[in-house]
């Protein structure tokens, strides 16, 4: 009896002590292809032809420039290459393979200027993103 007790004394001082579970959640799962296409500051198709592994800053997630060979303009983008950053090397970001086609919605920053893109966002793999382009 006293041990029992003392085990759910110890399983309740876990639980109030246990910090709250953290994971990948995006605002806009679920958002449509038209409502993307509208509010991305770049939409294009490009091949992966390189990632460069930004120096991490203390405070500042891990990230990488990839760099992008732009097959296709569809808005915000009159370079036939472009450089986007994403989280790299952390459980949330987006797996991106060097030579592959995607369609890349891309976010400017406001404090940097520089584009971004991420799980969040509809960037796909080009074979993998029928809806998208046939909103386009």
């Known amino acids: 009896m006293k041990s029992l007790l003392l085990l759910l004394i110890s399983l309740s001082c876990f639980t109030i002590s ?12 679920g958002t449509p292809v ?21 120096r991490k800053t203390e405070n500042a997630p891990p990230l990488a420039t990839l760099h992008f ?24 970001d987006t797996k991106f393979v060097k030579g592959m086609r995607y369609l890349v919605y891309a976010y400017k920053d406001d404090e940097s200027q520089k584009l971004y893109t991420g799980f969040c ?8 993103a029928d809806d998208d382009l046939n909103y386009i």
Do not use: H, M
Not at 18 to 29: G, I, R, T
Not at 74 to 83: E, K, L, Q, W, Y
């Open 121 to 128: 966002t509809r960037t796909n793999e080009l074979a993998d």
């Open 69 to 92: 060979i732009v097959e296709q303009q569809f808005r915000g983008t009159n370079s036939a290459v472009i450089d986007v950053e994403t989280l790299y090397g952390t459980i949330c």
């Open 34 to 54: 038209c409502a993307a296409y509208w509010r991305a500051s770049a939409v294009f198709v490009g091949q992966l032809r390189n990632i460069s592994p930004v």
């Open 18 to 29: 246990a910090k709250p579970a953290l994971a990948c959640e995006c605002d806009e799962y």
